[in-house]
């Protein structure tokens, strides 16, 4: 029985310590501390002509399907 005591009273609070340090490694490589506001309104950018292209590829698709084998 002390032993199953001794691993939970040291694995959970290192399972908490490793999800809280690997979140907070996450969350700050997601915005770099160097990224400024310019930086973020061209990414955003890029992302909505990323999504504007897209949006056409699919509408060509549908339109013209591309030949199939069957």
């Given at each position: 029985?002390?032993?199953?005591?001794?691993?939970?009273?040291?694995?959970?609070?290192l399972?908490?310590?490793v999800?809280?340090?690997?979140?907070?490694?996450?969350?700050?490589?997601?915005?770099?501390?160097?990224?400024?506001?310019?930086?973020?309104?061209?990414?955003?950018?890029?992302?909505?002509?990323?999504?504007?292209?897209?949006?056409?590829?699919?509408?060509?698709?549908?339109?013209?399907?591309?030949?199939?084998?069957?």
């Open positions: 029985m002390l032993p199953v005591v001794i691993f939970v009273a040291v694995g959970i609070p399972l908490v310590i999800f809280v340090v690997t979140r907070r490694s996450v969350d700050a490589g997601e915005h770099p501390a160097t990224e400024t506001d310019a930086d973020r309104r061209r990414i955003e950018q890029e992302f909505e002509e990323s999504e504007r292209y897209q949006a056409e590829w699919r509408k060509e698709q549908h339109e013209h399907p591309p030949d199939s084998l069957t």
